[in-house]
């Protein structure tokens, strides 16, 4: 597609489950970025991939989180063991990494975890 | 490391300017952003300026950039209730990666 895709749109889960969230990114940009927003609140960094270089994970906020990205394109985020502080908005956004870094969103996943 | 700040929030009148803030750590910052978020929506570029540039300007946005104070402003002109957002001030980490580091955002709260 013309744009960044995440799936799914909603997410409801219970508390101690993991879920999977997705994006596709737009094809051809070999940077990809996983955010996070809470309710009201700016954007928190969770980890960063760039081509084949080792990702960037220094924004994961403990060892439930992970991402995988396959192939230089579809990345994966998981949470395992969900807890109600995961509840928020997780936002996908891709770019290039040379000449204008513009980073295009997706529209994001909200996750609420009962 | 790498620092954006923006102050949170900012309430004007509606027709009167706008005008947001930011301070940013990395000198060699070749692209400065500012993205657009509405309410239940995505980030979307609003607009952007290149570090050899003092200012850009764009119908109702202003972009002014001071590189030797490392502050990066966005003025809205005749601000409309429509522009009530969180704005997003971002720059490139120079470190090899490319990676865009984001400030917290700032509420512009538009009122009659």
Redesign the interface.
């Known amino acids: 597609g013309a744009g960044v895709s995440q799936s799914p749109s909603n997410k409801v889960t219970e508390k101690g489950k993991d879920v999977e969230l997705r994006c596709d990114p737009i094809s051809g940009h070999t940077?990809l970025?996983w955010?996070r927003q809470s309710l009201g609140?700016?954007?928190e960094?969770l980890i960063?991939f760039?081509g084949n270089?080792a990702p960037?994970k220094s924004g994961l906020p403990s060892d439930r989180f992970s991402a995988e990205r396959t192939g230089g394109s579809v990345s994966t985020l998981t949470i395992q063991r969900t807890q109600q502080e995961d509840s928020a908005v997780y936002?996908c956004?891709s770019?290039l990494?040379?000449g204008?870094?513009?980073?295009?969103?997706?529209?994001?996943t909200r996750l609420t975890v009962v | 490391g790498e620092d954006v700040e923006q102050s949170l929030f900012l309430s004007v009148r509606e027709g009167d300017s706008s005008v947001i803030n930011c301070t940013y750590t990395d000198s060699s910052s070749?692209?400065l952003?500012w993205?657009k978020q509405e309410p239940g929506?995505?980030?979307?570029?609003l607009t952007?300026i290149f570090s050899n540039m003092d200012m850009k300007q764009d119908q109702r946005l202003t972009v002014l950039l001071n590189k030797k104070d490392k502050h990066l402003s966005l003025r809205i002109a005749d601000t409309q209730t429509g522009d009530s957002a969180?704005y997003?001030c971002?720059e490139?980490d120079s470190g090899g990666?490319?990676?865009?580091?984001?400030?917290?955002?700032t509420r512009l709260a538009v009122h009659p």
Not at chain 2, 41 to 45: C, E, I, K, R
Not at chain 2, 97 to 105: P, S
């Open positions: 940077a970025y955010y609140q700016g954007l960094f960063y760039q270089s960037d936002l956004a770019s990494v040379r204008n870094t513009e980073a295009f969103f997706g529209q994001g | 070749t692209y952003y993205y929506a995505g980030l979307q570029l952007y969180i997003f971002a490139t990666y490319n990676k865009l580091i984001f400030g917290a955002g």
